[in-house]
């Protein structure tokens, strides 16, 4: 998969060297490139924001510097319509699910916005020929794209073929099957005073399988209800 990310920040990314993201890169499974938004900019201060039409607060991205650097990316990759996503958190929640979808293409375009936002016409112009998807992490406020973007990288790149040592490890996780997973435990069977539960030193893999759903259920319940299918 081809990655591609626009910023003010390049410096933020190379913790992506680092970790699985990072093995992906250097096997080649993942090619993630970092633009600096500013080498757009014609300007002597190399000015990517402006005052907002209509008044208030903050400053918004100017549409010009985000034209230049998506189209010059769009003339380099393979031409089957990358998706363009834009952090915010006016966007649609990101979830597991949008993660597996993403982990299928192969291109994604990443855009961060700073300030109070990009110009509503960079995402409408994109939006006339290809993809555009404003995603948001969660209902909180970030002085930017740029964390998210980690996120989402993270949680997409996890799911490429290979990317994983082993896929197995995949499926009994959080928000897989709409649940969140089971407490987990290894060795040693007693720690503090606090004694592993005896059933998952039985033996008893189906009695196992029942304890784990048991408190995947009991867990959503108290924790994430509104992960739970409604009451008939
Ligand atoms: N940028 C600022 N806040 C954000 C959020 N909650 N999700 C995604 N991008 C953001």
């Not at 499926?171 to 720690?191: F, M, N, Q």
């Not at 399988?209 to 924790?223: F, G, N, S």
Request: with cysteine; aromatic share 6%.
């Amino acid at each position: 998969m081809r990655i591609d990310i626009i910023t003010i920040f390049p410096e933020f990314f190379s913790v992506l060297d680092v970790s699985l993201v990072g093995k992906a890169r250097q096997s080649g499974l993942i090619d993630l490139r970092v633009h600096n938004l500013r080498d757009h900019t014609h300007d002597r201060h190399r000015t990517v924001d402006d005052t907002p039409y209509g008044g208030g607060a903050g400053m918004v991205m100017k549409p010009e510097p985000w034209g230049e650097a998506i189209d010059e990316i769009l003339g380099d990759v393979a031409d089957d319509g990358p998706v363009l996503i834009f952090p915010s958190p006016a966007g649609e929640l990101f979830t597991q699910a949008m993660a597996r979808e993403l982990a299928q293409e192969r291109n994604l375009i990443f855009g961060c916005g700073r300030y109070e936002g990009i110009d509503q016409r960079v995402f409408d112009h994109f939006a006339r020929t290809g993809r555009v998807r404003l995603v948001s992490l969660g209902d909180y406020v970030l002085n930017g794209g740029e964390v998210a973007v980690m996120a989402m990288i993270e949680a997409v790149g996890r799911l490429i073929p290979g990317v994983v040592g082993n896929p197995e490890s995949l499926v009994e996780e959080s928000h897989e099957d709409g649940l969140l997973e089971y407490p987990s435990y290894t060795k040693p069977a007693a720690w503090r005073e606090l004694e592993v539960p005896p059933v998952l030193l039985s033996g008893n893999h189906g009695a196992i399988a029942a304890w784990r759903r048991e408190q995947q259920l009991e867990r959503t319940a108290r924790v994430r209800p509104d992960l739970l299918p409604p009451a008939n």
